[in-house]
């Protein structure tokens, strides 16, 4: 306890700025609100760094891919709410998750295998794991796929782990957050899933 409480104490104001901007951003997720981005920006762009700086070369390199994905996001969402301004929620079929987990195995084991050998990487088949998996997530979470919420689920599960181990507190408390608003994430989006197909009936 005493570990965890000077780790927030000593916390960068740089790591404070990502996990605050980070929070709203799943709270903006969450509600299907596309500032979301704007905020998972300013998040994705500073993780960049702290990523580097505490040779999680992983997760660094996912947060590149991140900032892409936050303007492909927005792209997509622009033209997809309906009326009260919610994001259009796709239910997905189970032939093409399948295909997603069998991806995200694969990938983590080339990965973690590359980090292992070629670099000093730390925890290199986790953090290849979280990189992966996060990587589809956000994909899924783009094109407005339920599912992408069981898969930050268990991303959030492993990264909490890793984190802590690496002495980044406020990170690990921010992703123990995230795992929670997860699992609300999972529940919204299903009933806002309900919602649109309501109105699809309704309007045939």
């Known amino acids: 306890m005493q570990e965890w409480l000077q780790g927030f104490a000593g916390a960068s104001p740089l790591e404070w700025v990502a996990t605050v901007a980070g929070f709203i951003c799943v709270y903006l997720l969450i509600k299907g609100n596309i500032w979301c981005f704007a905020f998972g920006f300013v998040q994705v762009s500073?993780?960049?760094?702290?990523?580097?700086?505490?040779?999680?070369?992983?997760?660094?390199?996912?947060?590149?891919?991140?900032?892409?994905?936050?303007?492909?996001?927005?792209?997509?969402?622009?033209?997809?709410?309906?009326?009260?301004?919610?994001?259009?929620?796709?239910?997905?079929?189970?032939?093409?998750?399948?295909?997603?987990?069998?991806?995200?195995?694969?990938?983590?084991?080339?990965?973690?295998?590359?980090m292992h050998h070629n670099t000093d990487a730390s925890l290199p088949y986790p953090d290849a794991f979280t990189t992966c998996a996060s990587l589809v997530a956000q994909w899924l979470l783009s094109h407005k796929k339920l599912f992408n919420w069981t898969v930050w689920i268990v991303v959030d599960v492993v990264a909490i782990v890793i984190y802590w181990q690496k002495g980044l507190f406020p990170t690990s408390a921010l992703y123990a957050c995230f795992l929670v608003m997860a699992i609300i994430g999972q529940w919204q989006w299903y009933q806002y899933l309900q919602v649109n197909n309501k109105q699809d009936l309704t309007a045939s």
């Open 46 to 114: 500073i993780y960049t760094w702290i990523f580097y700086d505490v040779k999680l070369y992983s997760d660094m390199a996912l947060q590149v891919f991140y900032i892409g994905f936050q303007i492909y996001g927005w792209l997509l969402w622009k033209n997809a709410r309906d009326q009260s301004g919610h994001v259009i929620v796709k239910r997905g079929s189970s032939k093409e998750y399948i295909l997603w987990i069998v991806a995200i195995v694969i990938s983590t084991l080339i990965l973690g295998s590359v």
